[in-house]
Structure formats: C-alpha cells, structure tokens
C-alpha cells in the first residue's frame, strides 16, 4: 500500500470480488474465459482485485494475468488467447521485447485491449515495433491527471459492441494520456465530455485487432457507472471481431428478368472461408451495380441493412430502372468480409406511363411549310414501351401567341400498332406568326402522361397579296389630306415584306379630280417592312365613289380600296346668287339668296356657323327687317333669305352678308320707301333710386325711321330687367299688347325685390331700347334669418358657427342700425341636460346686416338639436336646422362614483371611472392604463393599498371600476386621483374628500404580550379595544385591570394593576408588572369594565424563569409610559453600568446562555430558531440609571386620536434592520406596529432588560423584549 488512495483502491476492489452483484446485465456472446489474458506492470495485488471485480461482467469467471514488469510474452502465452487487455504503471522487464511480442501477436490475427502507460511516450510504455510501427490505434502521448468530475461524453458509434450495456461513465479523478491524439488508420468510438477521445478501435490488415482505452484501470474504483462493463465488452469484442466472417455470398440470387422500377429480392449470406454461415454485428451491408449495361441506372429499394449479433443471412427489396440486359449487383461490407457478386440479370421495359417527345419542330418554321414531330411511349422510368393496339394519339396545340386563332394542319392523329414505341406526326403546318408556340401529345384515354414540344416560333411565308388594312375615310373632304394603309401578306394573312414598287392612283375618278400629296404615287418597298402608309393625300374636286388603287410591282400584287366620297372643304367665301331687287318697297318683303364655296369652288358647308345680314349702307337709322340670320346646317350649301323688309326709305342700301368667323361679302345697291314704325324710345325713365317692392312707372314709345310715332307697333312691347340673376325678379305688368290707336306704352305697377344696379330693356318684334341706368336699395329690416346653417354633425365640446342675417320683407340684408343685442340659445335639446356654451351675444352696429357667431360649442351626444336666434327689441326669431351631436376623443377621466363620506380603515373601497370627451360624454379609452393614487392624505406616509391599475383593454369600455383598494389609516379629508399612465394627454380624475375612520370596538385583546419574563423583574404588556377588522380604536371612559388566570402556587402578580381609562387613550399598558415564584403555565387575564359593558382577554401562556440579578432599587423601573420617549441620560447611565458589571457579566454567561436556550417561549406565528454553533454571551449586568420622566407634550404638539393613533402605527412599523432576522407576517393591525429594538455588537439589546423601540439616532419606550433569531442575535417579536 503506497498512499491511501491506493488504500482505498483495494478495499473497494474487494468489495467488488465478495459483494453480490445485482441487477448485472452481462453480454449475450458466449465467452471462452481461456482466450483472455490480463498483462500488466503494476502492483498485483490490485490487479488480483481488478481481475475479481471484471469477474461478474465476464460470465463469473476468472481471466488469466501475466506481469509484465518480470517477462514479455512468448508464443506459448499467447498461443491460445485471442484477446489480452494491457496497460502499464511501471518499468517493463524489456520494454522493447514487450513491444515486439504485442505486435507479432495481432499479426496473427490477436486482438489487444491497450490502456493508459502502455501508449505512454516515456520509458514505461511499449516500445519495439509496437512503438515502431505505430501499431496502437493511438499516438503515444504524456500521462496526467484531471482533477473534477469528467464522464463519457459523445458516443459516436452507439450500436457497438463495445457499448453494450454501458450507459454512463464518470470519476472525479482520471489518470489519462495526453493530447490524445488518433492514427489515421484508426475510428474514435466515444469521447470524454471535454472532447479527449476516450475509446479508439483499429482493425488491421493481418484480421488483428487493436482497441485504445483512454483511462488508467487501477482507477476504476474512484468511477460511478458502467465502467467495468465497458472494460470487459472490449475484451469480449476482441473474441467477436476475431471470429467475424470472411466473405458474403448471394444466396438468393436475381430472377433472370425482371421489369423495371418493380421490386425483387435477393439475399445475402455472411460466411467463413469454408462456406459456415457467420455472425458479425454492428456492420453495414450495402447493395451495389457489379455491372450496368445503361450506365444511368438507379438501384431503389433497400440497399443497405445493418447485421445482428446472430444473424448470418439478410435479404433486400431492390428494384432497376433503366432497361439492360447483363446486370450484376454486388454486395459488400467496409472493411469487412469479401463483397459478393450476383449473376447476370436482364431488365426489361415497364407499363407505359408517359408520352416524351422525341423530335421538336425547328426553332422557326414559315407558315404553310410543312415539319414533323416525334413522340415515344415510355413507362415510369423513362424507357421505351408500347401501348395496345387501335389508342388514338392526338397532337394539338398548347402555347398559342396568336391568342387562338392559329390553326394547326397536317396528320395531327395516330393509331398504334401495338408493337411501335416512336409515333411521327408529319406534314403539319401552322398559319399564324408567333414566338413560344408548343404543342401537347395526348393518347384518346389520358391515361399517359402527355408530351409537349419545345418552344418554337412561327414567321410569315412568301408575299402573295396586297390589303387595305386602313381604308381611305368614306367622306374626304376636298384638298384636305387624307390618308390610307395598305399590306403585303402571305397566303394566310401574315404580313410579309418583299422588295419592289408600290404605286397608288385613283381607279375611280367620276369627277376627274387630281389625286396629290406626300410620297404620291409610289413607294419603293423592303423586306423589313411590310406596311405602308400614305398620310398627306389629297383630292380637290368633289364627287362621289371615288376607289384608290395600290399595286406592287414586278411581282404584279394589287388592291383595290373601298369606295369613298369628296365633298367641299372648309368655306373660304359667300356668294350672292339672288340680288335683292334695285328699288324695294318698305312694307314689301324681298328675297336674297346667298352660298357658301370653298377655295376650289365646291360649295360647302359650315355647321352651326352663323350667317348673318346687316344693312352696310344706308341711312343711319335704318334697320333691315325680316331673318336676317341663319344657322348653317350640317348639309347647307345655299341659303334664302325671303321677307327681308327696310322700314326707313332712303337711298343707297347694301347688305353685308356674314358668315361669322369666316368671311362676308355685299349685295349690289338699292333703294327703299318710306315703311312703318322703326323704333322705341323710353318717355319716363325709372327713378335712380327705388326701393325694393316699391312701386314704379316706365313709359315707352314706338316711332319711325325719322322718331316721329308710329302705329302699330310691330309686336307687343315687353320689358326685361338686365341683369337679373339668381332669384331676382321685376313684378307688375311687363307687357302690353299692341295698340293700334297710340304708339305710348306705360307701365304702373312695376317692383323690384333684389337690391342692385339694373337698366331695363324694352323690346317690340325686333325693336329694343334700354334704360337708364339706376339703383334698387333695401327695404326697412323685418326679419332674422340663419344664413349659414350648423354643421349637420357637430363635435361635442368643439367649435361650430352660424351666420345670421338681418333682411326686409324681399330677404335683401337690411342693417337695423346700431345698438341691437343678438343672441343665440338652444331651442330643440333631445338629451334634455345639453349646454351651449360659448359667444352667445352680440349687438348690432351701424351699417352691419349679417353677423357671424364663431365660437359654439355643445357638450351633450344627441341627435335632433335646434337653435332659435334672437333680436331684441325686435323679438324675431330664426330656428336653425335640426342638427347632431357626436362624441370627441377622450380627453379626460371623471369619477361617477367617488367614495363615500367616511369609510372604514382596512374596509375596501369602491369608485367608478369614466373616460369622457371634453364635453362630459362618455367615450372609449382602449389601450391605456388608469391608476388610482392618492392627492390630498391628511396622514402622513399613508398609500393605497390593493389592486389600484387597471388596463382599459382594446374594447369600447369607457367606466372602470376599482372594487379592491383601501386605506389603512385614519384621516379627515382624503381625495384620491385617477390618472392614465402610458399614452397621456388624458386629465386626471379628482375624487370628492371623504374620511377614513375605525369601526366600533367590538373585541378586547392583548396588544403586546408578556415575554420574556424573569423573577423580580419588571415586564411590560398592552391591551387594547379594536373593531371588526382589527384596527385598534379607543375605548369608553373605565377601568382596566390586570390579574393572574392561571400560575404556580403561590405566585402572584405585583405592580400597578390598574389604569383609568378615558375615552380617548388607544392601547392601555401595564409596564410595571412582576412575578414573584419562578416556573411554567402563567397566563394573565386583563379587564376592561366600562359604564355600559365589561371587556376580559386571556394572555398567551407563558413562563417566568429565575431573577437574572440582583438588582439595586434604583436600576428597576419605572419605564417610560407607552409611546413616549426615555431621557437620552439613560444610554449614557447604561454605559456606564456596562463598564462597572463587565466581570459579573463574563461569570455569568455561560449559565445565561443555556438557560435562556431552554426556557424560549413557543412559537407565536414567527419561524423556528435554528441551533447556534455557538451561544453569544449574556448579556452584561448594568449599574443603576437613574430614570427621568419624559416631558410632556406641548399642546401645539398635541394630535387627534386617528392621529395619535397613526403615530403609533408608524413607530410600530420600523423596518428590522438585521436581515438574519425572520418576522412573520402580521394579521392583527395593533401587532403590524411593533418596533425594532436597538442591538450591539453581541446582539442584545443596550438596555437589559429594557428594550428600546425606533431608529438608531433616539430611543423609544420599552416595548417587548427580544426573541433570538436564527443567527443567535435577539430580535423584537410581537406575540399575538
């Protein structure tokens, strides 16, 4: 025994031999134990144990050992082994010798399990040709120690051998070779977890076999898992892979013929070189071509299978896809037995499945010209086949860029013979040009696969016509340009181009007109083109039916166009055809006729033109009476104008013919007599200013030539007012019919409603005079109208205006002077609480009839608003349309229900929100948060508490309820605010103030308990009256008392056992009580009589233990009253003490300590103590301090009981400072208060026995001494 690691080695080693093994799964292999060896250089004895402890994985045998330290191996040794597990920790006898051994024994054929130290690079491993020639599967490395737990990791291999069995592998201290680096030759079988290559296995060409074990076998004792079970496997896969088969033979040959893509089976069968069928597991047989006569074949199927432990023979489903006759397989295993060649096998064609296309028209083929295409039957795998006799094969097309219309000619259907494969459709043609044309192969069942060509295109055949494609228009229009297409095509219509001349001419000529232009007559044409256009023809004379005629020559194509006609061009000049006469009587009509011509002189036509005549000489107040214009037609040429008379005698007319826009020309002079009335002339003008509807008189008078009256008139005399728009109106008599005894027309009754500058015509037949020019003003203001109405959809709470307008009896705006106050009101509220708001009043100023109202606003949803307009002191009204009311966006939260006057500490609370527009309707608020906080507290430090957020979600909700929140403390005058936090631009919500108050006593209890208590010394508790939800609250005026419920005998209860109550003290404490005997099952009962009821409460149980010491009077109390504050002298005196006590401190601790550990109180809702390694001392006797009372409050600093009651609370709830600390969760409100005591360095308190509530920086009265905690320190503990 070298170390005790080696120690421990053994001991496990052999308690591996002499312990039972349970639960083992060994190798299914059998195994001849006499074919196995262990060498080794190392300490036998733990090799003995090794060799036990691989016992049960190697069928309960024991293997035999050689040490190698003392002799090599010889032929004798390993004559009869087939597997020899090695490995080295010390100097070999010849390590050369050793080497050379190893080696001639896998040369024959032998398998070596080598471990850590013999690949080792220094002196003890393996040298000689083993080292050499590189045998080992690894390259000989530097041994080392890994120090942490490290296991196997990545097994590459799973289904070897080797790794039967074996699932985990893991040690904390691994003895291995370094860098682990791998032959070529060899295959890493698994890793450990950090990547070094833990097994390595090389199969060498003598059939020998090497395995690499990374890992020392000595240290399989610091392993958990299956270590031993992979150790011992590798030895057995040495025994299997020596005894693994040499070669494969087909057993299950082929069929002779088989039809391609269908499946047959073949077997093959593992043996030894004399034919016994042989195991050899864990290898991959893989099915091959020997011979492919296609050379494109596939082999489907199952080609690959993987061999079992004992199996010898495996058979495949294969199947070939190409056609052949001569195929071989092979089947062969990597590295392992020699490959197997099956016998020659032909395959032969299968069921047709598809149609292919063998032969493709040409890339471009001409129309007309003839090309074939070639189809063959093929089955699934593409090879040539036949289908029966009498199926129709059909060839049509697929892709047309002709859009349909190309037809396809030729033999374009087939019928098998049953025996052909190949199908030629020939002699087909197609007669559109196109790019992409494909045709599709079908057979009349569509049970194939159809066949469809590769894209071609299609271009044109040889010219052998001539077209129009754009005929001349039917009508031209003479020496106006006109034009006309024409096109070379091929027997099917395709345009072609051709080099040669074309010429054009008019082949039908009724008028022997000239045909001119551009290009005109003829055009050398190309072979690049085949459209040509003449754009500029022309053609002067007139006529009907005319043809064009296009030929091309030298390869004499021609065409003939569609007939056409010519008519006159645009009119250039009017033509007298019929003079009027040379004397013309004036009441005796006349006739002149007139034409229209172009410039060749073909008459023509102007549609829609005005011709007009007007007299161009005469006497100037003469007037040509009678049509004196006519609107040209669309078929006019000539025009009579008939009834033509001149009222005026005078010498020397002419008349000047117009055509307007175009041109005129003049009759020849003549004379008229004296005739009939001429003119009108206004005799009373309109006044200048008129107001509007007021009565007025017009006179007008019809006269001759020379002004002097005239009767009759020519046509009743009507009046028009111009200019009169929109609904303006002259009222009255406006005409009057013609008087044959006066030439005077007066008209009385005449109004005018609009205001504005107006002239009134006069107008009798074809006479007209206009008046004067004068003025229409309002009327005086009698009524109010709403000029610009409300929006039929207003916003709630935005801006919308009207206009109103203030107008006379004929609705013209009519200021009603200064000093006039309008207003505007809701007259129609369909919500019945709506407001308009905004600028509601004005007043009137001088000059001023329409007056806007900009900003109104309405603040309610509703449909059916009216508003009525005011005018005072005239009281008219204007009531508006009806108009709606819709929502804005959310712009403000509200509270529908704010929380009640007074509510109850700790009771929860409920409020509504609602998000509203700005004029308070409710609207949706998706997407936001709202939070409840608190604005006004009358209490400091006081917060909501509950569930206060609240997301809106993505609904049309607009109220949010908060039914879960609550106040703790009480207070007059809180008011909470609801905010939206997230997207803003919400106002928040304020609550109206409301109090928070306590319940009516309803329990009486004790507040703070008696703990811990000790013989002779004083101890403190507190009672108290609370409500139902346990706030503590003040009580009525009464007495309260202390008494012992239960004791030892003989104990009694000393101190001041009584207290006056009054009706405003909140928590009544008894500080000066003591016990008198020392021992267990105390328990206190505290009264509480008041005038109308007596209150009682029992204590927790409790014990006193003994004096903790002697004390002088003056140390013992009095304490502090409950909730003020001791004199700062007290730590000073407490110091003090601590220094005069030191020594009887430090004889004390000892019996302090363990009988403070036996006597803690029991549990009281607080986490158990944990035990201390060890005590902390007692804490130090302390002298005499001399107690000064606290000063009483000033009564500035007095505060209201809620207030009083809350400071208390908050001195309660000091924070514990030390985290070690456990304090339990408080249920009871008056318990939620207790403060922290302050702790020294040794974790007592500075005050023993006294404890001191509050901060660091004062000190509070005394309350309950401390519990220890689990780190030993003392900690404040509220029993309840």
């Known amino acids: 025994i070298q170390s005790p690691v080696k120690m421990i080695v053994m001991l496990w080693l052999l308690w591996c031999v002499y312990t039972p093994v349970m639960g083992q799964t060994t190798t299914s292999i059998d195994i001849t134990l006499q074919e196995m060896l262990i060498a080794y250089a190392d300490g036998p004895i733990q090799v003995d144990a090794l060799v036990r402890a691989l016992s049960p994985y190697l069928s309960g045998g024991t293997v035999d050992t050689q040490d190698i330290t003392k002799a090599p191996l010889n032929t004798n040794t390993w004559s009869t082994k087939k597997s020899i597990l090695v490995w080295s920790n010390g100097l070999m006898t010849d390590r050369n010798a050793v080497g050379d051994s190893f080696n001639s024994f896998v040369q024959q054929g032998g398998c070596v399990v080598e471990a850590v130290g013999f690949f080792e690079a220094s002196d003890i491993g393996a040298g000689g040709a083993w080292r050499n020639q590189n045998v080992g599967p690894f390259v000989p490395g530097t041994a080392v120690t890994v120090q942490g737990r490290i296991s196997l990791g990545t097994v590459h291999t799973p289904n070897h051998r080797i790794f039967v069995n074996v699932t985990t592998v893991s040690g904390t201290t691994i003895n291995r070779i370094e860098p682990a680096n791998v032959i070529p030759q060899a295959t890493v079988l698994a890793d450990w977890t950090d990547g070094v290559p833990m097994v390595v296995e ?329 459209r040509y256009i003449w754009q500029t023809l022309k053609v002067e004379r007139s006529g009907q039916d005319f043809t064009l005629s296009a030929t091309l020559s030298p390869q004499g194509l021609g065409a003939i166009s569609a007939p056409f006609s010519v008519v006159g061009g645009r009119t250039t000049k009017v033509v007298v055809i019929q003079q009027p006469p040379l004397v013309v009587s004036a009441t005796s009509p006349f006739i002149l006729i007139v034409g229209l011509r172009d410039a060749f002189g073909n008459p023509t036509t102007s549609p829609s033109s005005p011709l007009r005549l007007t007299l161009a000489a005469g006497p100037s107040l003469a007037t040509l009476r009678g049509v004196t214009s006519h609107t040209m037609t669309a078929t006019e040429t000539d025009v009579v104008f008939d009834g033509l008379s001149i009222a005026m005698a005078g010498i020397g007319f002419i008349i000047d013919i117009e055509l307007r826009g175009c041109c005129s020309a003049r009759t020849i002079p003549f004379n008229v007599a004296a005739g009939p009335p001429a003119a009108i002339v206004f005799t009373v003008e309109p006044p200048v200013t008129i107001t509007a509807n007021a009565r007025f008189v017009v006179e007008v008078q019809i006269v001759d030539e020379f002004n002097n009256p005239a009767i009759p008139a020519p046509a009743p005399v009507a009046l028009d007012l111009d200019p009169c728009l929109g609904d303006c109106q002259m009222r009255g008599t406006t005409s009057l019919p013609v008087d044959t005894s006066s030439s005077l027309y007066r008209y009385v009754d005449l109004t005018i409603n609009r205001v504005g500058e107006y002239v009134i015509n006069a107008t009798s037949g074809e006479l007209s005079a206009t008046s004067r020019l004068f003025g229409v003003i309002p009327g005086p203001p009698s009524r109010l109208v709403i000029t610009e109405q409300p929006p039929r959809v207003v916003t709630a709470a935005q801006r919308f205006a009207i206009r109103l307008e203030i107008q006379d009896d004929a609705g013209n705006p009519s200021p009603p002077g200064p000093g006039k106050q309008l207003s505007v009101k809701m007259k129609t509220d369909p919500t019945g609480n709506g407001t308009l708001s905004g600028s509601l009043r004005g007043e009137t100023e001088p000059q001023e009839a329409t007056y806007y109202f900009h900003h109104l606003f309405l603040d309610k949803v509703g449909k059916g608003y009216t508003l009525e307009a005011l005018i005072f002191p005239e009281s008219w009204t204007a009531t508006s349309n009806p108009f709606s009311v819709q929502a804005g966006p959310p712009a403000k939260l509200v509270f529908t229900r704010s929380p009640l006057t007074a509510h109850i500490a700790r009771q929860n609370i409920s409020v509504e929100v609602q998000s509203q527009d700005l004029g308070t309707n409710p609207v949706p608020l998706p997407d936001r948060v709202i939070t409840l906080g608190i604005f006004v507290t009358p209490v400091e430090n006081e917060t909501l508490h509950g569930e206060v957020t609240l997301p809106t979600g993505g609904g049309t909700a607009s109220v949010f309820s908060f039914d879960k929140w609550f106040l703790t403390k009480a207070g007059v005058g809180y008011i909470i605010s609801a905010t939206e936090t997230g997207k803003g631009g919400i106002q928040p919500a304020y609550s109206t103030p409301f109090d928070i108050v306590y319940g009516a006593p309803t329990q009486f209890v004790f507040v703070v308990e008696p703990f811990p208590v000790y013989v002779g010394t004083a101890f403190r508790v507190v009672v108290g009256v609370t409500d139902t939800l346990g706030n503590l609250v003040a009580g009525d005026v009464g007495v309260a008392m202390m008494e012992l419920a239960a004791s030892p005998q003989g104990a009694n209860l000393t101190g001041v056992l009584s207290k006056q109550i009054t009706a405003t003290d909140v928590g009544y404490e008894f500080n000066t009580l003591m016990i008198t005997v020392q021992g267990a099952g105390y328990q206190l009962l505290a009264t509480y009589q008041t005038p109308t009821r007596r209150w009682e409460a029992h204590s927790q149980v409790f014990e006193a233990g003994p004096p903790l010491a002697i004390q002088p009077d003056w140390l013992k109390p009095p304490y502090p009253a409950f909730g003020q504050t001791a004199d700062s002298s007290t730590a000073l005196m407490v110091l003090i003490g601590v220094g005069l006590f030191m020594i009887l401190v430090l004889c004390v601790t000892g019996w302090a300590w363990r009988y403070h550990k036996r006597q803690l109180p029991p549990k009281m809702g607080i986490a158990e103590p944990e035990p201390l390694k060890t005590p902390p001392p007692p804490p130090p006797a302390q002298p005499p301090i001399p107690q000064q009372p606290p000063p009483a409050p000033s009564p500035q600093t007095q505060a209201s009981a809620p207030q009083q009651h809350n400071a208390l609370l908050e001195a309660l709830q000091a924070p514990v400072e030390r985290q070690e600390v456990h304090i339990p969760q408080i249920t009871h409100p008056a318990f939620a208060t207790t403060p922290q005591p302050q702790f020294n360095s040794y974790g007592s308190s500075q005050h023993q026995p006294q404890y001191y509530s509050g901060s660091a920086a004062s000190a509070q009265s005394p309350l309950v001494p401390p519990h220890i905690g689990s780190n030993g320190q003392p900690c404040h503990t509220t029993i309840r």
Request: glycine share 8%; proline share 7%.
């Open 202 to 530: 090389r199969p060498l060409p003598s059939k020998g076999r090497v395995i690499g074990l990374n890992l020392y076998p000595l240290d399989l004792p610091q392993y958990t898992g299956d270590a031993l079970q992979l150790v011992a496997n590798a030895m057995k896969w040495c025994i299997e892979s020596s005894d693994a088969p040499t070669r494969l033979v087909f057993v299950i040959q082929p069929p002779l013929s088989v039809q391609a893509t269908s499946l047959f089976n073949v077997s093959v069968q593992m043996q030894s070189d004399t034919g016994v069928p042989k195991a050899f597991d864990g290898q991959v047989i893989s099915l091959s071509f020997e011979r492919d006569p296609s050379g494109i074949a596939t082999l489907s199927g199952t080609t690959t299978r993987v061999t079992a432990a004992r199996g010898t023979e495996y058979s495949f489903q294969v199947s070939v896809d190409k056609v052949g006759v001569g195929y071989q397989l092979k089947a062969s295993i990597t590295g392992g037995p020699s490959p197997a060649s099956s016998r020659a096998f032909d395959v032969t064609a299968g069921n047709a499945t598809q149609l292919v296309v063998t032969t493709s028209p040409a890339g471009t083929v001409r129309t007309g010209q003839p090309f074939v295409v070639a189809v063959e039957v093929r089955d699934a795998a593409g090879n040539p086949t036949t289908i029966p006799p009498l199926t129709n094969l059909q060839l049509t097309i697929l892709d047309d860029p002709s859009f349909g219309l190309a037809v396809l000619s030729g033999i374009t259907q087939l019928t098998s013979d049953g025996v052909l494969s190949e199908y030629v459709f020939s002699e087909l043609t197609l007669d559109k040009v196109g790019a992409d044309y494909t045709l599709r192969a079908t057979i009349s069942d569509n049970s194939l696969a159809p066949a469809i060509t590769a894209p071609f295109s299609v271009i044109p055949g040889t010219a052998s016509r001539l077209v129009f494609i754009t005929q001349p228009p039917s009508l031209v229009i003479a020496g106006e340009a006109f034009s006309t297409e024409v096109q070379l095509q091929d027997q099917d219509g395709n345009p072609v181009g051709v080099r040669g001349d074309l010429n054009l001419a008019l082949s039908t000529n009724p008028t022997q007109a000239t045909l001119s232009g551009q290009s005109c007559c003829q055009i050398a044409t190309s072979t690049a083109m085949a």
